[in-house]
């Protein structure tokens, strides 16, 4: 009964059985990373209410049953990435409202539905990294004013909204690498004031508006190799006196203003 950490890492596991847990009430870490997991049934983790980090990354899990994460009312970090999970619901998330930390990199995530996170009011770091996402549903981030972190690298997004970011307004660090953007609209971020960290690097843009960074006073960084950019314009930067790195390189620029920078 006084185990607080469980640590079942590649020994081969292949499924989590209801009832598992009933006799560690007081576990706090729960880790099932490389295993060969397939799936989530529903409350396995019933007895798990002082469990506040789960880990089962690098496994095979395909499926997720609505009430797979019934017990953990504590839970604050999920850690999902390396499998093969195809879809997100709302009803996933209903019994783990205080989570913080969200990471489901490495899936075969296509697309999200609007309500997927709304559950999870208290997360702040979303990571969905390396998915095949192709478009993100204008209300995604509704719920999510505390969310300060959120990446979308190396999914197939060709274009954005603007109004998919209006929601999180205390956004500090977005980052949409290696996605295929090759516009964005001059209005995405303007309800993002306290972006510091901007991460467009490998892409496929080709154009910036003079007024894309002008709603981003404290811009600290920018990140833009790889793109096709072919200029730079001088009003670009003009309202991010906080801004100290520029990354450009790999682009095609042919001329920069000489009041760009």
């Known amino acids: 009964e006084n185990l607080k950490y469980l640590e079942l890492i590649y020994v081969g596991l292949e499924q989590l059985q209801a009832g598992m847990f009933e006799c560690v009430p007081n576990l706090r870490d729960v880790q099932f990373s490389h295993n060969k997991i397939k799936r989530l049934p529903a409350g396995v983790f019933r007895s798990c209410s002082s469990v506040d ?16 994460f019934e017990g953990l009312v ?43 996170f709304y559950e999870i009011s208290e997360v702040q770091h979303i990571r969905i990294n390396n998915n095949h996402i192709k478009t993100l549903p204008n209300n995604l981030l509704k719920n999510l004013d505390k969310l300060y972190e959120l990446c979308l ?7 954005i ?24 609209h001059r209005d995405l971020f303007k309800s993002q004031k306290k972006i510091s960290s901007l991460m467009l690097n490998n892409n496929q843009i080709s154009k910036l508006h003079p007024d894309i960074f002008t709603e981003l006073p404290n811009l600290n960084s920018i990140h833009l190799k790889y793109n096709q950019l072919t200029e730079i314009d001088e009003k670009l930067f003009r309202n991010n006196e906080n801004i100290d790195k520029i990354s450009l390189r790999g682009n095609k620029i042919k001329s920069v203003h000489p009041d760009a920078f």
């Not at 009803?91 to 490495?106: P, S, T």
Request: negative net charge; charged residues 30%.
């Open 74 to 116: 504590r839970l604050t970090w999920l850690v999902l990435s390396n499998n093969k999970i195809s879809k997100l619901k709302r009803l996933h998330f209903k019994h783990v409202k205080n989570i913080d930390f969200l990471c489901v990199d490495h899936n075969c995530l296509e697309e999200l539905d609007e309500d997927t």
């Open 53 to 68: 980090s789960l880990r089962i990354d690098h496994n095979e899990i395909s499926e997720i049953a609505d009430d797979a």
């Open 161 to 184: 909204k603007p109004e998919v970011f209006n929601h999180a307004i205390n956004l500090l660090s977005l980052s949409l690498e290696g996605n295929q953007l090759q516009e964005i």
């Open 153 to 159: 690298d190396y999914n197939k997004i060709k274009s």
